[in-house]
């Protein structure tokens, strides 16, 4: 028997990760661990003071990190973000998220197009952007944030889920086509998460609705706990690729069965 082979520790001209959607939850959770793991972190997010003041703190714990505010559905501006940059290591798309949970019947189209826009496309341009500066690396590593609901829908999921099967789409898709590339991908696709944020911005800021997403769950995941999975596999060697990671908290047994204390 072999011994296992150990993380890669990030190289010299692989050693830049850029983060979208940096600036909480997941994103900013990250961009924390991977800063910790070696790599100069890029925080790019909407909300400027948010990332900077992350990017902050991560450099006083004597760690590399930069702010960039970019809206990575703006085409033009994630083009020009990107000739910062000859090489990138990691690519972690992770800005996106849901709006509403009506039925198909009622569904506003406006919610499911935006959810289209900043999920997939917002994943599409700047993965279209930076795979040059992936390539000359030598050793990249593109990870797309799905989800369970890219997997499976569930009754309200509507938009979203559509959405999220786009991206798993996405990341497929490139895997398939980039294969001989020094570029793998890797999907990650979480389940319940409770984030300050994801529910709250789902229900348009009603408090009420957000917490009873969670109501009566054990334990859902957290931010860490997702950003840890996503830490895992981008530090596997290089020639592993863990095409498809699906992390639930256990309460979850699918998207439709979930065990609530009362
Ligand atoms: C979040 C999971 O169940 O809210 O991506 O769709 S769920």
Redesign the pocket.
């Known amino acids: 028997m072999t011994a296992p082979s150990a993380p890669s520790a990030p190289s010299a001209p692989s050693r830049i990760a850029v983060i979208t959607g940096a600036s909480s939850g997941i994103g900013a959770a990250t961009a924390r661990q991977l800063a910790a793991a070696g790599y100069r972190v890029v925080l790019t997010a909407r909300r400027k003071d948010r990332i900077e003041a992350l990017a902050e703190e991560i450099n006083a714990a004597g760690h590399q990190a930069t702010a960039y505010a970019l809206d990575v559905t703006d085409r033009a501006a994630v083009d020009e973000f990107a000739t910062a940059f000859k090489t990138v290591g990691v690519l972690v798309n992770n800005a996106g998220g849901?709006l509403g949970a009506d039925p198909v019947a009622t569904g506003d189209p406006a919610d499911w197009r935006q959810m289209y826009e900043t999920n997939v496309i917002g994943t599409l341009n700047i993965t279209q952007a930076l795979l040059p500066a992936l390539t000359a690396s030598g050793d990249g590593t593109v990870v797309v944030l799905s989800?369970?609901?890219g997997h499976g829908t569930?009754e309200g999921?509507g938009g979203?889920?559509a959405a999220?099967h786009a991206e798993h789409v996405l990341a497929e898709t490139l895997r398939l086509e980039i294969v001989g590339t020094p570029v793998r991908v890797i999907e990650i696709a979480?389940?319940?998460?409770k984030t300050d944020e994801?529910a709250l911005t789902r229900f348009g800021g009603d408090t009420e609705k957000a917490a009873k997403?969670y109501a009566g769950v054990a334990e859902p995941l957290t931010a860490d706990d997702v950003a840890e999975t996503i830490t895992w596999t981008v530090t596997r060697p290089s020639h592993v690729n863990v095409d498809l990671l699906v992390v639930r908290p256990r309460a979850q047994a699918s998207?439709t069965k979930i065990h609530r204390e009362s």
Request: charge should be positive.
């Open positions: 849901a989800s369970t609901a569930y999921g979203y889920v999220k979480p389940g319940m998460v994801f997403v998207n």
